[in-house]
Nanobody
Framework: VQLVESGGDLVQPGGSLRLSCAAS????????MSWVRQAPGKEREGVAT????????YYADSVKGRFTISQDKVKNTVYLQMNSLKSEDTALYYC?????????WGQGTQVTVS
C-alpha cells in the first residue's frame, strides 16, 4: 500500500494550493479518503473526506467554503484544492485511507502560509 502526497509549498495568505495523493495497493473505489493535517503543538485535524464510491464529501468547519476534496478514480488519486489560505492553515498535510479512523497514511506534504 502506498499513499504519495505532493503539492505542498510556501504560499502567501490569500493564495491557493492543490495537493495530490496517489494511492496504490488497496481498493480505492470502496473506501473513504481523507486529508488530515497536523501543525506543531496542535491536535491532528481531519480537514476533508470523500467517499470514493459515491463522491460524498465532508469538511471540517475550519476549512468549509475554502477547501475542496475531489478524486480521479482512473488515476486512483485524491486532491485537495485549498483557496483563501490563512496562516492557521500552516501544517503538515497527510493523505489517509479512512474517515476519523485511518488505515493507511502517506508521508505528508508541508504547507506553509506566510
Amino acid at each position: 500500500v502506498q499513499l504519495v502526497e505532493s503539492g505542498g509549498d510556501l504560499v502567501q495568505p490569500g493564495g491557493s494550493l492543490r495537493l495530490s495523493c496517489a494511492a496504490s495497493g488497496f481498493s480505492f473505489s470502496a473506501s473513504h479518503m481523507s486529508w488530515v493535517r497536523q501543525a506543531p503543538g496542535k491536535e491532528r485535524e481531519g480537514v476533508a473526506t470523500i467517499a470514493t464510491g459515491g463522491g460524498v464529501t465532508y469538511y471540517a468547519d475550519s476549512v468549509k467554503g475554502r477547501f475542496t476534496i475531489s478524486q480521479d478514480k482512473v488515476k486512483n488519486t485524491v486532491y485537495l484544492q485549498m483557496n483563501s489560505l490563512k496562516s492557521e492553515d500552516t501544517a503538515l498535510y497527510y493523505c489517509a485511507a479512512g474517515w476519523a479512523q485511518y488505515t493507511y497514511w502517506g508521508q505528508g506534504t508541508q504547507v506553509t502560509v506566510s
